[in-house]
């Protein structure tokens, strides 16, 4: 399918799809390890608006539909408080990899189910092959991004519950300039990142093609 007013709903459906049950296992995980807060405020929700932000889960991913780049983004994070997880930083690691594994996770699902169909190859359609194909790619993208280390990306939890206490200083200072780095790297060195995502994106699908 090539851009469309069509494609532009699709990719935002699909966007908006990815990003909730990325935020909603964020939350999940870190109730089942003893923290509430997401469920007190309402978060362990499906409701889209308790979870999109309207430049990463809109605007980003859209321009980058448009301009024919790998779409990735975001969305509001799901409150947590870490004080009240178990085992407090490996806790907190555990509920930053469950968005990134749930996107991996909803990437290989549509794959499998594309591929053993053959909907990913055009056989029920244009509409179908566009679905299947971006549900994969758009979820490896927001994998890939959200795994980069740099708070408040899932990616910077990890590496901080196995960091020394000096980089986790440097980390923590970081931490309220953290999304000001990542709409700075996104708008004005886009298509470098947005090369390296690719990259990213094609090694993933490699190795998707070579489990089938």
């Known amino acids: 399918m090539n851009f469309s007013f069509v494609g532009v709903i699709l990719i935002l459906v699909i966007t908006i799809f990815s990003v909730v049950l990325h935020e909603l296992s964020h939350g999940l995980v ?3 390890l003893g923290d509430r807060t997401a469920k007190d405020m309402g978060c362990l929700s499906l409701n889209p608006i ?8 809109i605007l980003v991913p859209v321009m980058l539909y448009i301009v024919g780049a790998p779409v990735f983004g975001g969305a509001k994070p799901v409150p ?9 930083e490996w806790g907190m ?21 594309g ?24 979820n490896i993208g927001f994998m890939i ?18 960091a020394p206490n000096n980089v986790r200083a440097v980390m923590a200072s970081m ?15 886009g298509q470098a990142f947005s090369g390296l995502m690719a990259n990213g994106i ?5 190795l998707f093609f070579s489990m089938v």
Do not use: C
Request: aromatic fraction near 18%; avoid cysteine.
């Open 30 to 32: 870190a109730y089942w």
């Open 115 to 138: 591929h053993f169909t053959g909907f990913i190859y055009g056989s029920g359609g244009d509409t179908l092959e566009f679905i299947f194909s971006e549900l994969v790619v758009v």
């Open 80 to 88: 947590i408080n870490s004080y009240n997880l178990k085992w407090k």
């Open 145 to 162: 991004f959200n795994i980069i280390p740099i708070p408040p990306l899932d990616g910077s939890r990890v590496l901080y519950a196995i």
């Open 175 to 189: 931490e309220q300039y953290g999304i000001l780095i990542i709409y700075i790297l996104i708008l004005f060195f």
């Open 50 to 57: 308790k979870h999109i932000d309207p430049f990463m889960s």
């Open 202 to 206: 094609n090694g993933i699908l490699h």
């Open 93 to 113: 690691a555990l509920v930053a990899i469950a968005g990134p594994l749930t996107n991996f996770l909803i990437a290989l699902i549509a794959f499998l189910i």
